[in-house]
């Protein structure tokens, strides 16, 4: 498994599949917290509720199993002497907002399905589900910004035609 998320990527030549795979997941599952943000809007509760739920365990596979290693592995051991850099410095703002955000995400789906099954209301836990959703947004955009100050913009790769032969 972790030799395969070590293997190279797809988005740009020098990133991994770890990261490319990570990068979609966690921009998916945004899109999905979205989602559920309007069907809250519009009193659709249960489907956010579903919704919701999907969203935080989609975006936290990533985190565990490759975000925390590679954390574990490149950015911690030189904290917090490397804090002065910029790439370090910004992934550990990163993975602050983002720990925030997987521990509310994970606390507010537990209480909204242990309180729906006993016919409860959520309504005590708004605020907590606005700050996820801030944490979520920060960390997701921080977390594109990450991925491009390590690993570059994609770049579509070069077109090789066969060069004319001459008469
Ligand atoms: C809401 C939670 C989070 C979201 C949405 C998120 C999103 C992202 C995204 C989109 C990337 C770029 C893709 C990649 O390079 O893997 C990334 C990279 C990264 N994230 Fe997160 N992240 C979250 C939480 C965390 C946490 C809790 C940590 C660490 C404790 C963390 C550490 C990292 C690291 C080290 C990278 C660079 C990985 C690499 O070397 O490729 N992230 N994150």
């Not at 519009?42 to 935080?56: L, M």
């Not at 574990?72 to 410095?89: C, H, M, Q, T, Y």
């Not at 507010?108 to 947004?137: D, F, H, T």
Request: with cysteine.
């Amino acid at each position: 498994m972790i030799a395969f998320l070590d293997g190279t990527g797809f988005i740009t030549s020098r990133s991994s599949m770890g990261a490319d795979l990570s990068l979609l997941i966690s921009i998916a599952a945004f899109v999905m917290l979205t989602v559920g943000v309007v069907l809250a809007k519009s009193k659709r509760y249960e489907a956010h509720r579903w919704v919701q739920t999907v969203a935080v365990v989609l975006n936290a596979v990533p985190v565990v199993i490759w975000m925390i290693r590679s954390f574990r592995l490149s950015i911690l051991p030189d904290l917090p002497g490397n804090l002065g850099k910029s790439v370090e410095a910004l992934t550990t703002v990163h993975a602050v907002a983002g720990l925030i955000g997987v521990v509310l995400g994970m606390f507010v789906i537990v209480r909204a399905n242990q309180l729906e099954a006993k016919g409860q209301s959520l309504s005590r836990y708004k605020n907590l589900m606005r700050v996820a959703s801030v944490a979520y947004l920060l960390a997701t955009a921080l977390g594109v910004w990450v991925y491009i100050a390590i690993y570059g913009w994609p770049r579509p790769t070069p077109c090789r035609l066969p060069t004319p032969r001459r008469r």
